[in-house]
C-alpha cells in the first residue's frame, strides 16, 4: 500500500504535463492555421480597418467573431479603397436613421466589388450610395452590385451627366415611363407648330436650311424637357446618282453625340433605351415648299433611361431629385 502512494503523484504530473504540452501545441497550430494567408489573395487586416468599416458591416449583422470570419473570407484587393468606402458612408449617413439591414448577398460581395476599385475612383462614392440607399430604405437588389462591377469610369461619367437631366423629370420619378415612348408623337406635334410659322411660303435652299434648323433645335429642347435626350436630328437629303444614299443636310446633335462606345454599354446594360424613328413634315397641309434637294422628312435617334436605370441611378447615384407626391 505504501509503493501506490509514492506512485500515485508522479503518475498525476505526468499526465498534467502531457496534457498541457498537447493544449500548447493545439493552440500553437490553430493560431499557424488562421494566420495563414493565400498567396493569391490580399486581404487587408489592421484593427482599423474594421473600426472605420464597422458601421457598415453592423447593418448586415457582421458583428464581432462573425465580423472577423466574413473579412477572412473576403477577397479583399485594396485596403485604402475600403477605407474611403467606410469613410464616404460615415458621411452619407449623417442625420440618417437605418431603416433595413442589409443581407449578406449584397453585403458582402458590395465589399469585394468596391476592394477592386482604386482608392481615388468616383465610383466608389456610387458604391457607398448603393449601401446608403439600400440601408436607408430604398430599392436594392442584388443586380445592382453585378451592374456596380460592369461598368467602368466613362461609363459612370455619361451616366453622371445624362442623370443630371433625367433625375428633374418628375415622370421618372413617378416610374411614368409614356412620356419617352410618345417622343414620336411629341416631335411631331412640336415640328408641325414650327411649320405653322412658314405657312404659304416657298424656300431656297439657304432659308430652307436656317429655318430647319431653328425647328431642329426647338424640338430638340422640348424633347430634353420632357425627359428624352435627342442624340441626333436632321433633314435629309435625297439621293441621287452621284449620291445613291441619304444624307444629313440639316443637323442638330445633342452633347450625347459620338460618345458612342459609353452609350452602347449602357444599352446593353439595358440602363438606357434608344429609338429611331422617322418624322414626315407636313408640307402640304402648311401650303409649305421646299427645295427639291431635300426629302420631306426628319431623322430622330432618342435616348431614355429604362426602369431599370432610373432604378438603379436613383439607388447608386448622389444626386436624386425626389419629387415626393403631396
Same mark, same amino acid.
Given at each position: @500500500?505504501? =509503493?501506490?502512494?509514492?506512485?500515485?503523484?508522479?503518475? =498525476?504530473?505526468?499526465?498534467?504535463?502531457?496534457?498541457?504540452?498537447?493544449?500548447?501545441?493545439?493552440? !500553437?497550430?490553430?493560431?499557424?492555421?488562421?494566420?495563414?494567408?493565400?498567396?493569391?489573395?490580399?486581404?487587408?487586416?489592421?484593427?482599423?480597418?474594421?473600426?472605420? #468599416?464597422?458601421?457598415?458591416?453592423?447593418?448586415?449583422?457582421?458583428?464581432?467573431?462573425?465580423?472577423?470570419?466574413?473579412?477572412?473570407?473576403?477577397?479583399? !484587393?485594396?485596403?485604402?479603397?475600403?477605407?474611403?468606402?467606410?469613410?464616404?458612408? !460615415?458621411? &452619407?449617413?449623417?442625420?440618417?436613421?437605418?431603416?433595413?439591414?442589409?443581407?449578406?448577398?449584397? @453585403?458582402?460581395?458590395?465589399?469585394? +466589388?468596391?476592394?477592386?476599385?482604386?482608392?481615388?475612383?468616383?465610383?466608389?462614392?456610387?458604391?457607398?450610395?448603393?449601401?446608403?440607399?439600400?440601408?436607408?430604405?430604398?430599392?436594392?437588389?442584388?443586380?445592382? #452590385?453585378?451592374?456596380?462591377?460592369?461598368?467602368?469610369? &466613362?461609363?459612370?461619367? $455619361?451616366?453622371?451627366?445624362?442623370?443630371?437631366?433625367?433625375?428633374?423629370?418628375?415622370?421618372? @420619378?413617378?416610374?411614368? $415611363?409614356?412620356?419617352?415612348?410618345?417622343?414620336?408623337?411629341?416631335?411631331?406635334?412640336?415640328?408641325?407648330?414650327?411649320?405653322?410659322?412658314?405657312?404659304?411660303?416657298?424656300?431656297?435652299?439657304?432659308?430652307?436650311?436656317?429655318?430647319?434648323?431653328?425647328?431642329?433645335?426647338?424640338?430638340?429642347?422640348?424633347? &430634353?424637357?420632357?425627359?428624352?435626350?435627342?442624340?441626333?436630328?436632321?433633314?435629309?437629303?435625297?439621293?441621287?446618282?452621284?449620291?445613291? #444614299?441619304?444624307?444629313?443636310?440639316?443637323?442638330?446633335?445633342?452633347?450625347?453625340?459620338?460618345?458612342?462606345?459609353?452609350?452602347?454599354?449602357? #444599352?446593353?446594360?439595358?440602363?438606357?433605351?434608344?429609338?429611331?424613328?422617322?418624322?414626315?413634315?407636313?408640307? !402640304?397641309?402648311?401650303?409649305?415648299?421646299?427645295?427639291? +434637294? $431635300?426629302? &420631306?422628312?426628319?431623322?430622330? =435617334?432618342?435616348?431614355?433611361?429604362?426602369?431599370?436605370?432610373?432604378? $438603379?441611378?436613383?439607388?447608386?447615384?448622389?444626386?436624386?431629385?425626389?419629387?415626393?407626391?403631396?
Amino acid at each position: @500500500m505504501a =509503493k501506490k502512494k509514492t506512485t500515485a503523484p508522479k503518475i =498525476k504530473a505526468e499526465a498534467t504535463a502531457k496534457a498541457e504540452l498537447v493544449a500548447k501545441a493545439s493552440y !500553437q497550430r490553430k493560431r499557424t492555421t488562421t494566420e495563414v494567408i493565400p498567396p493569391d489573395v490580399t486581404r487587408a487586416k489592421t484593427a482599423t480597418w474594421l473600426t472605420i #468599416i464597422s458601421p457598415i458591416t453592423e447593418w448586415a449583422g457582421l458583428k464581432g467573431d462573425v465580423l472577423k470570419h466574413r473579412r477572412q473570407q473576403l477577397r479583399i !484587393q485594396q485596403e485604402a479603397a475600403l477605407d474611403r468606402l467606410a469613410k464616404i458612408v !460615415q458621411s &452619407e449617413m449623417e442625420g440618417k436613421e437605418i431603416v433595413q439591414p442589409l443581407p449578406p448577398k449584397i @453585403m458582402v460581395p458590395a465589399l469585394e +466589388g468596391a476592394s477592386l476599385e482604386n482608392p481615388d475612383s468616383p465610383l466608389l462614392e456610387w458604391w457607398a450610395n448603393l449601401l446608403v440607399s439600400g440601408a436607408t430604405g430604398g430599392k436594392t437588389r442584388p443586380y445592382y #452590385i453585378d451592374l456596380m462591377k460592369v461598368i467602368g469610369a &466613362e461609363e459612370a461619367a $455619361f451616366l453622371s451627366e445624362i442623370w443630371e437631366k433625367f433625375s428633374t423629370v418628375k415622370e421618372y @420619378m413617378y416610374e411614368n $415611363f409614356d412620356v419617352s415612348r410618345n417622343t414620336s408623337h411629341n416631335l411631331r406635334a412640336a415640328i408641325n407648330g414650327q411649320l405653322e410659322g412658314l405657312k404659304g411660303r416657298q424656300l431656297d435652299r439657304q432659308t430652307y436650311a436656317t429655318e430647319m434648323r431653328t425647328i431642329l433645335e426647338y424640338s430638340g429642347a422640348q424633347a &430634353e424637357a420632357k425627359g428624352v435626350q435627342l442624340e441626333l436630328l436632321f433633314a435629309l437629303g435625297k439621293r441621287s446618282r452621284s449620291l445613291p #444614299i441619304h444624307t444629313p443636310l440639316v443637323v442638330w446633335e445633342s452633347k450625347l453625340y459620338g460618345r458612342t462606345v459609353p452609350l452602347e454599354v449602357c #444599352i446593353a446594360l439595358n440602363l438606357l433605351a434608344v429609338e429611331e424613328t422617322w418624322i414626315e413634315l407636313p408640307l !402640304q397641309r402648311h401650303q409649305i415648299t421646299i427645295p427639291a +434637294g $431635300f426629302e &420631306e422628312v426628319v431623322y430622330v =435617334k432618342a435616348v431614355y433611361p429604362t426602369k431599370l436605370g432610373v432604378d $438603379f441611378l436613383r439607388a447608386c447615384h448622389r444626386r436624386v431629385v425626389r419629387n415626393d407626391k403631396e
